[in-house]
């Protein structure tokens, strides 16, 4: 079988990961979560003191950007990647709200990006990769043969996200995390730079009404049709 390339793009918490990881696995692909790499610049920056609620020192954030060393390494316990920010381990440090809260900030930073997208064509380029964000069917990945834009209302991201969240013990109310959910989803879709759109040659999938395991059917189906 023809290795090929998987682009899933859509809004925060559309299941995006979720739907990635299974599909790797099952096909023996790698697997990138391109919002931990910019969650991972974003924690940088606040651990830095670059970035605060009532302020962003973008300047300083840049010309740090040749310090940040980003990798992803394969944890076997997990079976997946996990993130790691100058050798050291940030897969659970990322995932806070405080962290949400800036990420859509850091990423409207067009270098920030050239970095990052940059980083993604390399990881991409022998195929057989299964990668999820915003713009990977639009600017990483032009040309791959499956593109998938998922979508799903945004009560419904949220309370997954607030689920999530409280399994994990961060104390957060719901209201906090929708807010999140929406200020995010406006942000990316509204930034100059790549902003967050259905590439042309996308299939949509609004997964609101699709359990994990249906919603995997369908996108393998399309897998099968596209190698
Ligand atoms: O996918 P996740 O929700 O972890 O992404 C966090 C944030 O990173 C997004 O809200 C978006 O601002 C940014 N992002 C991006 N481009 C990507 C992936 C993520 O701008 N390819």
Redesign the pocket.
Known sequence: DKKITIAIDGF??TG??TLAKQLAKHLGYVYV????M??AVTFFAMQNGYINPDFFDKETLLNSLSFIKLQFKFNPDLGFAEMYLNDVNVETAIRTIEVSNF??KV?EVSQVRAKLVEQQKEMGKDKGIVM?????GTVVFPDAELKIFMTASATTRAQRRFDELQQKGDDVTYEAVLKNVEE?DY??THRVDSPLLKAEDAIEIDNSYLNREEQFQVVLELVNDST
């Not at 979560?33 to 931990?36: F, I, L, V, Y």
Request: proline fraction near 0%.
């Open positions: 925060s918490s995006k990961s979560d391109t919002g931990a910019y969650r990420v859509s990423a999820d964000g915003r713009d990977i995010r942000i990316d």
